[in-house]
C-alpha cells in the first residue's frame, strides 16, 4: 500500500510541478551509502568503556586483568580478531571480574571500526571475557591527536629561550 501511495505521489508532483520532479524525488528516495569505516593505526591508545564477566558456562575471567593485559579484540561487523593491550589509567589498578572500566586499547596491528557499530567483544586464549564500546568524546581527541602528531613529553618543559642582549 505504501507503494502505492508512493507512485500516485509522484504522478500528482509529476502533474503538478513536470516530469523534472521526478528526477529529485527519485533521487531522495535512493538509500544513502554506508560511510567508510574508520582507519586505526598499530600501537594508537583508543579510549574505550570495558565490562569483565565473570566466570561463567564458557565465558568469564576468575581474575582480574592487569596494566597491558593481552586480549584479543573483535569489533562488530569486522571479521579480523586482533591482539592489543588493556592499557589501564592506573598501572597499579586491576579490573575484577563483574567490574567496567574506562580503559585505553592499544593494538598491535591496524584496524577498523564500521560507523555506527562501536561495540566489540573481549577474548583470552580464545574464550569470550567481556564486552567494550569505544568512547566518543576521548575517541575525537584521540582521532585529533592522531594527526597532529605526538605531543610534547609532560616531563621535560621547553627550553627557556636564550638571553639576548638588547
Not at 567496567?100 to 560507523?115: D, G, K, Y
Request: charged letters at 15%; one cysteine or more.
Amino acid at each position: 500500500m505504501a507503494r502505492r501511495s508512493l507512485g500516485c505521489a509522484a504522478a500528482r508532483v509529476s502533474r503538478v510541478l513536470g516530469p523534472a520532479a521526478l528526477l529529485g524525488l527519485s533521487a531522495i528516495a535512493q538509500p544513502a551509502q554506508a560511510a567508510e569505516p574508520l582507519q586505526f593505526p598499530e600501537d594508537t591508545p583508543v579510549a574505550v568503556q570495558v565490562s569483565l564477566w565473570k566466570p561463567g558456562m564458557r565465558s568469564g575471567l576468575a581474575q582480574p586483568v592487569f596494566h597491558n593485559f593481552m586480549a584479543q579484540v573483535q569489533f562488530s561487523g569486522e571479521p579480523a580478531v586482533i591482539t592489543c593491550a588493556l592499557r589501564l589509567p592506573d598501572i597499579e589498578g586491576e579490573i575484577d571480574p563483574g567490574q567496567s572500566a574506562e580503559i585505553a586499547l592499544r593494538c598491535t596491528q591496524p584496524f577498523r571500526v564500521a560507523p555506527g557499530q562501536p561495540d566489540f567483544k573481549l577474548y583470552a586464549q580464545g574464550r569470550p571475557i567481556g564486552q567494550g564500546r569505544l568512547q566518543a568524546m576521548p575517541l575525537k581527541q584521540v582521532m585529533e591527536a592522531a594527526s597532529r602528531g605526538p605531543a610534547p613529553a609532560a616531563d621535560h618543559p621547553p627550553s627557556p629561550a636564550p638571553d639576548r642582549p638588547d
